[in-house]
T-cell receptor, first 116, second 113 residues
Framework: DSGVTQTPKHLITATGQRVTLRCSPR?????VYWYQQSLDQGLQFLIQ???????AKGNILERFSAQQFPDLHSELNLSSLELGDSALYFC???????????????FGNGTRLTVT | KNQVEQSPQSLIILEGKNCTLQ??????????LRWYKQDTGRGPVSLTI?????NTKSNGRYTATLDADTKQSSLHITASQLSDSASYIC????????????FGKGNQVVVIP
């Protein structure tokens, strides 16, 4: 068990809708990362938060947004959903502001989003 | 072009046999390379990590090698078990701020009895 908790495990919704994915990082970890993994695609970095502040941005669409709360949990909001947004969304956490030899990423088990 | 390329994309091996997965990268300046194992429906779990000064690292039946000169790494699975069926992801970190990560698409391994 990585200690990273993601909810819900599965989510089925219709096109045009909005959903919120939730992540609780490992105890003591200050950074939270969000990744998207589509079928046959590698993990695509979306966004990172460190101690409540946005730290780095990847290939995140404007329809997507995230935030990290004072208790360090994070939420990823996906709006105006399209069929192509169907994917596994992973949250990961690390101790420090970045990833290093002694500060690896710890991944949750993901939220599987299906847009119909 | 992806900075991390893995091959083969997928392979099927008999239980008890060995296999080797390849990872080529172009990330520079190089910091470290990790191999992750991702079981179906689960998040990736770190298997090994190597810096430029380490050319081999073992974790049980998993042995990773690194050639920082040719920018190649391999993951060797010895005496495969059914539980080794998974995707193996190569992740390379650079030396810039926040140690940015480049992910390979993974090697999908299926072990059959």
């Amino acid at each position: 068990d990585s200690g990273v908790t993601q909810t819900p495990k599965h989510l089925i919704t219709a096109t045009g809708q909005r959903v919120t994915l939730r992540c609780s990082p490992r105890s003591g970890d200050l950074s939270v990362y969000w990744y998207q993994q589509s079928l046959d695609q590698g993990l695509q970095f979306l966004i990172q938060y460190y101690n409540g502040e946005e730290r780095a941005k990847g290939n995140i669409l404007e329809r997507f947004s995230a935030q990290q709360f004072p208790d360090l949990h994070s939420e990823l909001n996906l709006s105006s959903l399209e069929l192509g947004d169907s994917a596994l969304y992973f949250c990961a956490s690390s101790v420090g502001v970045g990833v290093s030899y002694n500060s690896p990423l710890h991944f949750g088990n993901g939220t599987r989003l299906t847009v119909t | 072009k992806n900075q991390v390329e893995q091959s083969p994309q997928s392979l099927i091996i008999l239980e008890g046999k060995n296999c080797t997965l390849q990872c080529n990268y172009t990330v520079s300046p190089f910091s470290n390379l990790r191999w992750y194992k991702q079981d179906t429906g689960r998040g990736p779990v770190s298997l090994t990590i190597m810096t430029f000064s380490e050319n081999t690292k073992s974790n049980g039946r998993y042995t990773a090698t690194l050639d920082a000169d040719t920018k190649q790494s391999s993951l060797h699975i010895t005496a495969s078990q059914l539980s080794d069926s998974a995707s193996y992801i190569c992740v390379v970190s650079d030396l810039y701020g926040n140690n940015r990560l480049a992910f390979g698409k993974g090697n999908q391994v299926v072990v059959i009895p």
